[in-house]
């Protein structure tokens, strides 16, 4: 067979979606005739009947319902892309507000806003750098980029990276107060407490053994996870943060992971939007991100 016109196809769809010729033919600005015309091509084409017509009444045959439905979801996905590509053509206006934790914002956000905003001048952005979780609805925040599982179902999430908490010290720190070899050690050793949310004050490590609950004990604890990493740069004792967040740190050796067979679960790095679909601008950012995060040289 011949390559199948998309026309013929096109007819077809919007003869079942408008349940007759007359509703499709308005659709198409044609005439009846002529989209009945297509869908008899179509039918020759393949070989096939897919419609059953009378008079008064027009139904679908079994084939034409299974062609109706394979094509229907084809026609949808070629839309989606063309959407996209027109998305992406078009200049990008308007305001939009970016929130983004301290830690991950200063290190994997920040560094890419200038060469975003540089390809897209007529876009105005509205930073939120905190570790507070704010209400993306009640804040108007048009895309929040969240490390963790996503709370509310009621908004769009994306992830955009692997990621997960590693235990992590300084080498000063290591050298000064021995670096442990078990999840019992850390008993034995200043931990780092993060407050800003109730899982910082429990430590569930997971390895080759299972699961291991572990309440951090120390002097020193903070309401902000960037101040942690800072204590922890500083000697002062071991955190337990994101991957993605230590890993600037990591890389120039002033942080040295820590008990690497035991992490936290597999969380991510997720793209946060209020409704569906996301709005051009943040879904640009998006993509932009990570198309970022994945070179070679952006991190």
């Known amino acids: 067979m011949q390559k199948l016109p998309w ?3 096109e007819a077809f769809n919007r003869v079942v979606e408008q349940h007759g010729f007359a509703k499709a033919a308005k659709t198409l600005n044609m005439t009846p005739s002529s989209v009945s015309r297509l869908v008899k091509s ?3 084409e393949l070989g096939v009947q897919l419609l059953n017509r009378t008079t008064r009444a027009m139904s679908l045959t079994e084939a034409g319902q299974r062609f109706y439905h394979d094509s229907a979801s084809a026609f949808e996905q070629l839309r989606s892309a063309c959407e996209r590509v027109r998305e992406q053509s078009a200049v990008l206006h308007g305001n939009l507000r970016l929130s983004a934790s301290v830690a991950f914002g200063r290190t994997h956000v920040v560094p890419h806003l200038a060469d975003f905003l540089q390809m897209h001048p007529q876009l105005q952005l509205d930073l939120l750098i905190t570790d507070e ?3 993306v609805v009640a804040e108007g925040i ?4 969240r490390i963790g599982r996503l709370m509310d179902s009621n908004l769009i999430s994306r992830k955009l990276l692997d990621n997960r908490r590693i235990l992590a010290a300084s080498p000063s720190y290591l050298s000064r107060r021995g670096t442990p070899g078990t999840v019992a050690d850390l008993r034995e050793h200043d931990c780092l407490v993060s407050t800003v949310n109730h899982d910082g004050e429990t430590w569930r490590l997971f390895g080759v053994d299972g699961e291991r609950v572990f309440r951090p ?4 604890r903070a309401n902000n996870g960037d101040a942690v990493q800072h204590l922890a740069v500083d000697g002062m004792g071991i955190c337990f943060r994101s991957a993605v967040s230590l890993a600037e740190d990591i890389s120039k050796g002033q942080l040295v992971q820590v008990l690497p067979d035991w992490t936290g679960k597999e969380s991510g790095v997720y793209a946060i939007a209020p409704s569906r679909p996301m709005s051009p601008a943040a879904r640009a950012l998006a993509d932009f ?3 970022r995060w994945h070179s070679p040289v952006s991190i």
């Open 289 to 291: 991100l990570v198309q």
């Open 7 to 9: 026309h013929l196809v």
């Open 142 to 145: 048009g895309l929040a980029i």
């Open 133 to 135: 979780l704010l209400d």
């Open 42 to 44: 179509l039918e020759q």
């Open 217 to 220: 004990g120390g002097r020193l």
